[in-house]
């Protein structure tokens, strides 16, 4: 019978928790540029924020326990002689950061020590100045990314149709990616070896970047609007948002090794106007897509190379700008495995918590593999001279103690959890088929009515008829362990096989089982025991008799048998099941002559005028169906 089957994932029921108001950022006066940036970033300390400033150029700098509504003058970070339009945290030091603007500079900036946005009452704040100055663009630079793996390399993309990779430490352009059109989006792969760029003539760049030319140029989105990318972590894979000629919001999946065209081509979102602003995490192998001017974030789970839709946080308040803590800034302790800050009508920044539903009050580590630290693989140097290394990484579970990040290899795997192994029995033939059996699944956890004793009795003769005196194949004992390895199978239920009787001149033909002579020739007597359903007993003395028997072993391993009458296991339990068995027939047989004693004795009292109370009417209901379920 068909069926409706859900995808197993831990993430399928995350959620996104929005802030109440008194715990947003408030009182923040967003830029109103139309260049399209996220306007805000973020990282374990501060978030960053494009400021609507005149006199030129200015963002702030907010910390993060920095709550509720800001003063009406706040510390800037000022320098640049026209407007920001994007800012970067670098992910080795969470007080370092980039700034691109409209003058056609980078300036690098250090938050002070101890930087707070309120000041004492009367003072005046007192605004930052930048570092370090990058000059060489002859236009606008639009983005501003570090490198994920090296220390103290940015790249910057500009209106002069350019991506320069820059020394930070010693203030000079060492690489030019040129490019046909404006650059739109830009990431960075795991390693920093190589970078994916889009830009408006619709073409999908992958770089070599230290040998300056694209590895890769292939279509991309073919609508008119901006497209994103970003490089999925450790994958050899990239996500891209784009629109169609039609408009309509698409979603891309594209293998570097050959991205001649979208894997299982473009899948489409919706029809909204604004850009989808995509977002990876590498720990949970899961993308979230932001849209801007609506409220709406959408996350999939990369599975199978292919993007799984999980759920949507859906909001009436929608953002322009939104970005996402790295994973080592998460609260663990709430199971939390992202956080958004989007902007809501360029007035405040809202905290979006993406929880993952558990009840349990421990370090969840299925949910928090190993992540990325804050020591870099190399320096600049080093990657300028061509090396390649992953950073190394910090395990979750010592922050969650409140301990020192404890460092983990770069290429370390945190090992899947097994599934249980099925329980030991102690019939011998288990332990002959052992090395040669393959492992049974553990039993659903479906759960189903309690089966009537009819049922049982039903079942059990069902079992018992596996032992009688047939005809035999060489088919009959693959067909019997296949049936049951299906134990773990709750709706199916297989029709019993026969196997042959222990002593028969058969079974000493064949040879499957060692012959004793003094094997009991008689058949016990036998009752029903459910062995396809794991549901509970509607006793407890019924309950250890819901136990699948172990499976027959094959031909093979049981031949390999060291000794003994393997079906002299096989009847020793049978005749223990019958026992537990009988014990609660023989139970339930007395509760019903206690329960019948009692109609009666209630019967006598009211005399004979034929009342009944409710009292006696449930009596009679219960032994009704006590009798209807011994049947």
């Not at 000059?135 to 790249?155: D, I, M, Q, T, Y």
């Not at 991309?220 to 450790?234: D, F, L, P, Y």
């Amino acid at each position: 019978m068909a069926g409706r089957f859900v995808r197993s994932s831990k993430y399928r029921h995350v959620f996104g928790r929005p802030t109440r108001k008194e715990q947003c950022y408030d009182n923040i006066r967003i830029s109103k540029n139309a260049w399209d940036t996220n306007l805000v970033k973020a990282n374990p300390k501060y978030i960053s924020v494009n400021w609507e400033a005149g006199g030129g150029g200015a963002f702030a700098v907010i910390p993060l326990n920095e709550t509720g509504r800001l003063p009406e003058h706040v510390p800037l970070f000022r320098g640049h002689t026209a407007v920001v339009l994007d800012t970067d945290w670098s992910p080795f030091n969470d007080s370092l950061l980039a700034s691109g603007s409209e003058d056609g500079k980078a300036f690098i900036w250090k938050v002070p020590e101890g930087f707070s946005t309120r000041t004492e009452e009367g003072e005046e704040p007192k605004d930052v100045a930048s570092v370090r100055k990058l000059s060489g663009h002859s236009r606008k630079v639009g983005h501003v990314l570090f490198n994920p793996a090296a220390e103290n390399v940015l790249a910057t993309s500009s209106g002069d149709y350019s991506v320069r990779v820059w020394d930070v430490e010693a203030g000079s352009s060492r690489l030019t990616l040129k490019h046909a059109e404006v650059i739109q989006s830009l990431s960075w792969s795991a390693n920093g070896s190589l970078l994916v760029t889009t830009s408006r003539d619709k073409k999908l760049r992958i770089w070599d970047v230290r040998q300056e030319k694209p590895a890769h140029v292939v279509p991309g989105h073919a609508g008119a609007k901006n497209s994103r990318v970003t490089w999925m972590g450790e994958h050899d894979r990239i996500a891209t948002t784009g629109f169609s000629k039609m408009s309509d919001r698409q979603l891309g999946l594209w293998d570097i090794r050959n991205p001649s065209e979208p894997s299982g081509g473009f899948q489409m979102l919706d029809s909204i106007s604004g850009v989808c602003m995509p977002f990876w995490d590498d720990g949970t192998q899961c993308l979230y897509l932001a849209g801007k001017g609506d409220g709406n974030i959408r996350y999939f789970e990369y599975e199978h190379d292919k993007f799984e839709y999980l759920s949507e946080y859906k909001s009436a308040d929608p953002q322009r700008g939104i970005a996402f803590l790295p994973k080592r800034g998460v609260n663990t302790h709430e199971n939390e495995v992202m956080r958004a800050f989007k902007t809501v009508n360029d007035s405040y920044v809202e905290p979006i918590a993406f929880i993952v539903p558990r009840r349990a009050e421990v370090f969840q580590e299925d949910i928090y593999p190993p992540t990325f630290g804050i020591k870099p693989a190399m320096t600049a140097g080093e990657w300028f001279e061509g090396e390649e290394r992953l950073p190394p990484k910090i395990d979750l579970a010592s922050l969650y103690a409140g301990e020192e990040p404890a460092e983990v290899p770069a290429h370390y795997k945190p090992t899947v959890a097994a599934d249980p192994p099925p329980p030991k029995a102690s019939s011998p033939i288990k332990q002959a088929a052992q090395p040669v059996s393959e492992a049974v699944p553990p039993p659903s956890a479906l759960k189903g009515p309690p089966p009537s004793m009819k049922e049982q009795t039903s079942s059990i003769k069902d079992l018992a008829s596996k032992y009688d005196d047939q005809d035999d194949d060489e088919e009959d004992a693959e067909d019997d362990t296949s049936s049951f390895e299906e134990v773990s199978k709750p709706i199916e239920r297989h029709a019993p096989r026969s196997i042959e009787k222990p002593g028969g001149p058969t079974a000493s033909s064949k040879g499957p089982f060692p012959t004793q002579p003094s094997a009991p020739q008689a058949q016990p007597q036998v009752t029903h025991l459910p062995v396809t359903e794991p549901t509970r007993s509607p006793t407890a003395g019924i309950t250890s008799t819901l136990k699948s028997p172990p499976p027959p072993p094959t031909s093979t391993s049981s031949s390999s048998a060291p000794g003994g009458d393997p079906m002299q296991g096989y009847l020793k339990d049978i005749k223990s099941l019958l026992e537990q068995q009988n014990a609660s027939m023989v139970a339930q047989s007395e509760k019903i002559a206690a329960l019948t004693r009692e109609v009666d004795t209630l019967k006598v009292a009211l005399g004979e005028k034929g009342e009944k109370d409710e009292r006696i009417k449930a009596l009679e209901r219960e032994v009704q169906g006590l009798k209807a379920g011994g049947l």
